[in-house]
């Protein structure tokens, strides 16, 4: 049985850190999460250090290093990129599931990339800005436990040739090496993914809210892209207010369902949060699993404010 490892904190946040855990085990959900107030620098969550695939989490920090692209100049936010639906990445929204060439400017691929998590559009920005670029920017950054090593249609190419492009049994596969911990589709394996944990991507957006990385343009536009992501049904669900501001970006491949992101309170409470899952289920749709997610979100966010 798996024993979570809980952050140090007064009993309080402890409590809420163990409520959590114990909700998503009761689910079967393995996972991370970990939230902070960037003003008080409490915190509370579990197993904070340990390594995950990000699936489309990814896309944060591929944003903040085009974004520091343009604002140094090197990238300009209105050039034009055409991307053909015959050589574009696989994936449900935006230019992905585009049937017509089109052409798009830099500045509204990393919208699309952010707001509905278009993997053609972060493709198109990897063409640009390639993933070893990405991954050196990070670690002069020093946040060298996010890990960029390929592009976002890999996370695919992998699940159907492990799989026979029978995605139903790449779930199949994930669910089951989860259990044996020997991945057969490598964007899956730690190792070989684009990877995270929670305690570094915390730190991530922390920095990019209180404008401690890169340089202060890029920080507020990544902020602003954040804010208009359409997806609500994970974080922000139990977030919904007129004194709250929400802005994440999730991640779901196969089995993993993840999102980060900070939340704003008039009253000028910020935490910053990610939560970081695996389902032990073949289902494509785990409604549940999202709610369960929105619930600590919430109960964090009670827990550290002010």
């Known amino acids: 049985m798996h024993h979570p490892v809980y952050v140090d904190g007064d009993g309080a946040l402890l ?9 998503w085990a009761g689910l079967g959900v393995r996972g991370s999460f970990l939230a ?59 230019l992905a599931a585009f049937r017509y060439p089109a052409t798009v400017a830099v500045g509204d691929l990393l919208l699309q ?27 002069a950054w020093g946040c060298g436990d996010i890990r960029m090593r390929h592009r976002l249609n890999h ?47 915390v730190e991530l957006v922390g920095r990019v809210w209180c404008d401690e990385i890169s340089v202060p343009g890029a920080t507020a536009e990544l902020r602003r892209l954040m ?30 369902r993840h999102e980060i992101g900070v939340v704003e309170a008039e009253s000028g409470d910020r935490v910053a949060m990610a939560a970081l899952t695996r389902t032990g289920r073949c289902a494509g749709l785990a409604p549940d699993v999202d709610l369960a997610i929105g619930v600590a979100g919430r109960e964090a966010f009670e827990a550290l404010r002010r």
């Open 36 to 94: 902070r107030n960037l003003d008080t620098g409490e915190q509370l969550g579990f197993d904070v250090e340990e390594m995950m695939p990000l699936a489309s989490v990814v896309k944060v920090p591929l944003a903040l290093v085009v974004l520091d692209r343009i604002a140094a100049g090197a990238l300009d936010p209105a050039h034009p990129v055409t991307l053909d639906p015959a050589r574009s990445s696989v994936g449900h929204t935006g």
């Open 15 to 23: 409590d809420v850190a163990e409520a959590i855990a114990a909700d």
């Open 155 to 201: 996370m695919y190419e992998c699940a159907a040739g492990a799989a026979a492009h029978d995605f139903s049994l790449a779930l199949e596969l994930a669910v089951r090496d989860e259990r044996t911990g020997r991945p057969t589709i490598a964007t899956l394996d730690p190792a070989y993914a684009n990877v995270g944990s929670a305690a570094a991507l």
């Open 113 to 139: 990339m952010l707001a509905v998590s278009d993997n053609a559009a972060a493709d198109a920005l990897l063409d640009l800005v390639p993933v070893a670029d990405v991954e050196a920017r990070l670690r």
């Open 227 to 256: 804010g208009l992501q359409v997806f609500t049904h994970r974080l922000a669900s139990e977030l919904r207010a007129d004194t709250l501001r929400w802005s994440g970006k999730t991640g779901t491949f196969l089995h993993l």
